[in-house]
């Protein structure tokens, strides 16, 4: 991954890819040429890499020049296309190829047909070596295409954003979130979770999703989701991981420029793990932490038969409903303490002390992250 002034990219197409594509173009190129001596018209900033590359694997005699048209403001093509360096040769009746880095809307191409109208070239041909074809509004053909990318902001190998990126050997694609800080949030009962919760949404700005909260909004707004849900629970059947990561979906979508997420109530086994790590993949984020608020079990049972005096919860009153809620805890998130261990995603945080020692000591664990 890195960072252009304010965003972060990933690697997205290699050395070796790329290298092979132009390849496939120099190849295709000059079979459809042959013994002609070529002018290739590279289309300046972007195209400056790969018509170096091109030209160099280019086993015939060719010409080379360029023309300066800029298009691109930050990550949006604009209509408004300067002709900042023109034409400098007579190019009639020769073979023409245009060399562009990247075609989007195809503004940039329709510039370029105006400049050759009037030029009686003997042939004017297009060659691309990325396409954005859900971009692309013109009808121009395009001759030779190197490699189709879905219509996402790119850089690297000529292409930059806002000045930074084209110097770089390889090609990154915008991430579709920014950086994001993710945690998985445990606690047993009593822990303290929910004022700890409230803490770390507020010091970080993450969002808090707490499942049970999640599940309880989509039954009562009567979502597709919150339908489906429903109708496994009325049956008194498991409600499927599937549809609770397609509930969670949803949560991380609505919030998508977030600086992270709080998962609270989810997941409880492997399997919900690995999906929600795979829900994550999808987004180009990760879970980052778990995090387990550690209390000793006596301290648990005192802290919450105190809370069954004032709450009024039936849960809270009984010791040995408290002690076996405890029991469940544990017997629960082990397995989800090993697979956060082996990722090395494990931070147990001693959950003793005053609430502001606690916070202190979370607060430490995420600005280690
Ligand atoms: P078009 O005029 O919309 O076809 O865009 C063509 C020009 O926009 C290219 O020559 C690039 O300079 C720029 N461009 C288009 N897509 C990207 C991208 O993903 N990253 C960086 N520059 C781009
Ligand atoms: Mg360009």
Redesign the pocket.
Known sequence: MIKLHDLYFKTFISEEEIDAAVQRMVDEISNDIQDEIPVFVG?L???FMFVSDFVKKYPKPCEVTFIK?A??EGLK?SED?HRLIGLTQDLSGRKVVIL??????????SEVYRIFKNEQVDELKIATLFY?PE??KKDFKLHYVGIEIPN????GYG???NGLGRDLPSVYQLKTTQHMTNLVLFGPPGAGKGTQAEFLKNTYNLVHISTGDVFRFNIKNETALGMLAKSYMDKGELVPDQVTIDMLNAEVEKNADANGFIFDGFPRTNAQAEALDKLMDSKDSQINAMIALEVDDEILVQRLLKRGETSGRKDDADESIIRNRIKEYYKKTAILKDYYTAQDKYYGVDGEGSIEEITERLNAVIDSL
């Open positions: 289309i900033n972007g195209s048209l298009s691109y093509s296309i562009e880095d990247i075609i989007d809307s195809g503004n940039t191409l954005k971009a692309y996402k902001f790119i850089v292409l930059d954003y």
